[in-house]
């Protein structure tokens, strides 16, 4: 290690979907100052979406074409799930950090966070005092979200190369220009276009939504979207509450519209075990999103009979145990919904 340098190690947060210019300049500012730059990549372990359309494989793939031999060996991914509770996910951040140094054999190292504060979208940098802050000028004007659509194509956006291409670097242009020759871009392109769609024809929210977390036998009922965002994807029963309905009412009719199963004639009202509000303001791509979940525990030996209609391709029975390997298959933030109920067992 350069003794010479500041810092034992720095930390640099984001999602880098995908990796730009001011990414770029805030990664060498890291490695300048550090000996090692530990990168923590958000939004990692989850399904694909408009927001996130890379792995966190893909994107340390394509911040590690960005770097020479000798730079690579300073650098340490980490990547971190969005947990939509600030306390824990700084927990995790911290905790990955902590294994890196650990496994690099860094005792009572010297530590400082890079970052740069957008807009309130950065206030997570707060999240971290007892590490100090080295803070960059925003490099510009680069908005990932802006580089997305124009990547993407969605409509109103400027869709020629150069008009992204001169906000990454030159690796990730090669990387993203291979990376559109992949089956998955159609499905992302398609995913952000519907995103678009969406927002064009109902604006951002708030609004109001239902889901319902239905358990019978060691079983939990989920449903196979069938149009973007998320066709394909798993996910819970449920949608938009309607004028005048009551939050309970809402939940049950998403629930028999798209399953099938009349909770209200089977359980004497349909009364909830649980009910919670998951009201993160990230927690969907299509906008302000304010969901209200409800358990029902259904005291059966076997689960009933279901078939998926309406919004939902298919309904199915999944164990509760298993759900922890269905992570990258759920919709939006519907793993995180289970997990509050259901506390299916997963890596922390």
């Known amino acids: 290690m350069n003794t010479d340098r500041q810092y034992d190690?720095?930390?640099?947060?984001g999602r880098f979907q995908p990796f730009h210019n001011g990414h770029a300049a805030l990664l060498e500012k890291a490695l300048e100052i550090g000996g090692r730059a530990l990168v923590a990549l958000g939004s990692s372990f989850r399904s694909?979406?408009?927001?996130?359309?890379?792995?966190?494989?893909?994107?340390?793939?394509?911040?590690?074409?960005?770097?020479?031999?000798?730079?690579?060996?300073?650098?340490?991914?980490?990547?971190?799930?969005?947990?939509?509770?600030?306390?824990?996910w700084a927990a995790a951040v911290e905790e990955g950090a902590r294994m890196a140094l650990e496994q690099a054999g860094l005792a009572a190292p010297r530590?400082?966070?890079?970052?740069?504060?957008?807009?309130?979208?950065?206030?997570?940098l707060g999240l971290f005092p007892h590490w100090p802050f080295v803070e960059l000028e925003r490099q510009?004007?680069?908005?990932?979200?802006?580089?997305?659509?124009?990547?993407?194509?969605?409509a109103g956006?400027?869709?020629?190369?150069?008009?992204?291409?001169s906000l990454v670097p030159p690796a990730t242009v090669r990387y993203l220009e291979d990376w559109s020759a992949l089956p998955v871009f159609?499905?992302?392109?398609?995913?952000h276009r519907?995103?678009?769609?969406?927002?064009?024809?109902?604006?951002?929210g708030p609004f109001v939504t239902l889901d319902a977390v239905v358990t019978a036998a060691g079983h939990v009922l989920l449903i196979r979207r069938k149009r973007a965002p998320g066709k394909g994807l798993w996910a819970l029963p449920g949608g938009f509450l309607e004028g005048r309905e009551r939050l309970l009412q809402g939940a049950l009719r998403e629930l028999k519209e798209e399953t099938g199963l009349d909770l209200a004639a089977a359980t004497s009202g349909g009364a909830p075990r649980a009910v919670a509000v998951f009201d993160h303001p990230d927690r969907s791509a299509r906008g302000r999103i304010i969901t209200h979940a409800h358990w029902f525990d259904l005291p059966l030996a076997t689960p009933p009979a279901v078939a998926g209609a309406d919004d939902a391709a298919e309904a199915r029975w999944f164990p509760v145990a298993g759900l922890p390997d269905m992570e990258a298959e759920l919709f939006e933030d519907h793993f995180p919904i289970l997990g509050y109920f259901l506390a299916p067992s997963s890596p922390p």
Not at 62 to 76: F, H, K, Q
Not at 157 to 165: D, F, I, K, R, S
Not at 194 to 204: L, N, S
């Open 9 to 13: 190690a720095t930390i640099l947060i």
């Open 48 to 88: 694909r979406d408009a927001r996130n359309p890379f792995t966190w494989e893909e994107r340390a793939a394509m911040i590690r074409a960005n770097l020479g031999e000798a730079e690579a060996r300073r650098v340490t991914f980490i990547p971190v799930r969005d947990y939509y509770d600030d306390r824990r």
């Open 111 to 124: 530590v400082a966070l890079v970052g740069f504060h957008k807009d309130a979208s950065s206030d997570y």
């Open 140 to 154: 510009g004007n680069i908005d990932a979200t802006a580089i997305r659509r124009m990547y993407f194509g969605d």
């Open 157 to 165: 956006a400027q869709t020629t190369p150069a008009a992204w291409q």
């Open 186 to 191: 159609s499905a992302m392109r398609e995913e």
């Open 194 to 204: 519907a995103v678009a769609a969406y927002r064009q024809k109902w604006g951002t």
